[in-house]
């Protein structure tokens, strides 16, 4: 099954929105931003071979999907036939998606046993728009706290409670350009707030007098650089985790597509002396400061992060002669998951399930590869089969056009989910593992002339 990644994005930066929506075919081009416009997949014989999949649908679907070469006849006599092929040209890129201005952002420490140890602190800063806030002047007797609303999803010790301290950051960021394994400086001197977190939805922390005074001269100038000077001068706070926590919990920034309800989203309470709530501040900009580190030496599988950390190049080394007087009707890459990682897991640790993995291709190789698969529509990707247990992506025109076509194509780049803020790793099975659970391409070819 196709599924097509929406991505409301301007140039390189993060993403405004995330949707997953199902097609039941492929399709032969990619839509992109008005600023890199890639036409993609125009094999000679897309058309041809577009005919001969709506003929043998009804045959096809009935063909095994276990990789086992065997031939089988249709109702009109033409042979067709499944072949298996090893993937073995598959390489493991690092690179460090955008952290900032996500659905999401993480806090907190993880130690997992699989991919390493998480350590992420959430910034966020408030906006001292007027016009949004609904008042016009920051009075000397307000007070100001944030509100964090918690993603039901955690990483790691579920139970645990864990610690945080807020402090004051001390250098320039912008959540859309902020990337993981990239890690902003705090100031640690003076601390802004402190609070714990079991397992609340939400949690309000009150912020300490001399930042809420420093804040106050901001929001009440009425200078023409106020804007220029807020944006430079106050890079805002640091929600960082105290040493011996054992989660990772993620703060809400944005409406969920399914939300129901006007559930409301992270940002900053203006509240009088009576503690009475006056107003709202939105959070002007926000991101995590992560970094990963510890990672467990192993030769054995394929990982991928959806921070993109780890990518999957994969190239297909088939050779045109084998394909010759056939038409290529279906070609499906299988990937395996492999269930190693919850095997060794302790009780009561969980992870962000994946379920999504998807495939780039481009006209040339990028030279940022985590901004173009950011900022570009897949190519291919598929939900996991729950059945099967397998990732089984159409990749039909892909293969066509990299045997017949006369464009060039990079490799494909596969990652998993979407870079939305939570942290989602999966493992999946290499070339060192069982035959029936390798990387493989299986092709269902039709020889017209039988």
């Known amino acids: 099954m196709y599924q097509t990644n929406f991505q409301s994005i301007t140039g390189q930066s993060p993403e405004k929105r995330s949707k997953i929506s199902r097609s039941s075919s492929f399709t032969s081009s990619i839509s992109t931003t008005q600023h890199n416009p890639v036409s993609m ?5 897309s058309l041809i071979t577009a005919f001969m999949v709506l003929v043998l649908f009804s045959f096809l679907v009935s063909c095994e999907s276990d990789g086992v070469v065997g031939e089988e006849l249709s109702p009109d006599g033409e042979q067709v036939e499944t072949n298996t092929y090893p993937v073995t040209n598959i390489e493991e890129v690092s690179d460090n998606g955008f952290s900032g201005s996500l659905n999401n952002s993480a806090m907190g420490i993880v130690q997992d046993p699989v991919y390493g140890t998480i350590t992420s602190s959430t910034l966020m800063k408030p906006s001292i728009s007027k016009q949004n806030s609904g008042i016009d002047v920051f009075p000397a007797d307000y007070s100001l706290k944030m ?7 955690k990483y790691g010790n579920e139970a645990s409670a864990s610690s945080y301290k807020i402090y004051e950051i001390n250098q320039r960021w912008r ?17 802004v707030g402190s609070f714990q977190v079991t397992d609340e939805d939400s949690v309000e922390v009150s912020l300490n007098q001399p930042f809420v005074d420093r804040y106050r001269e901001f929001f009440n100038d009425t200078t023409a650089q106020r804007d220029s000077l807020y944006r430079f001068e106050f890079p805002g706070l640091a929600i960082v985790p105290e040493d011996g926590n054992e989660k990772i919990d993620f703060v809400r920034h944005r409406f969920a597509t399914d939300d129901t309800t006007e559930t409301a989203v992270s940002r900053f309470f203006v509240e009088n002396e009576q503690d009475s709530l006056i107003a709202n501040l939105s959070a002007i900009d926000w991101g995590s400061s992560m970094e990963r580190s510890d990672v467990p030496e192993t030769d054995e599988g394929l990982v991928l992060h959806n921070t993109m950390e780890q990518i999957l190049k994969i190239e297909f080394d088939l050779d045109p002669k084998d394909f010759e007087g056939v038409e290529i009707v279906n070609a499906q890459l299988i990937l395996n998951p492999d269930p190693g990682p919850d095997a060794v897991t302790p009780s009561g640790f969980v992870r962000p399930e994946n379920n999504l993995i998807r495939g780039h291709a481009f006209p040339s190789e990028p030279l940022s590869l985590h901004s173009e698969i950011f900022s570009q529509q897949a190519s291919v990707g598929t939900n996991l089969n729950e059945d099967e247990e397998v990732y089984s992506l159409n990749v039909t025109q892909f293969i066509i056009d990299q045997l017949y076509g ?18 989602v790793s999966t493992k999946l099975f290499g070339n060192e593992a069982a035959e029936n659970v390798r990387p493989r391409l299986i092709i269902t070819t039709l020889n017209p002339d039988n």
């Open 41 to 45: 997949f125009k094999g000679s014989r």
């Open 406 to 423: 006369s464009n060039e194509l990079t490799p494909l780049y596969f990652t998993n989910q979407q870079n939305n803020g939570l942290y």
């Open 147 to 153: 509100m964090l609303q918690l993603n039901s999803q």
């Open 175 to 191: 959540g859309n350009e902020i990337r993981y394994n990239n890690p902003v400086s705090v100031d640690r001197s003076v601390e």
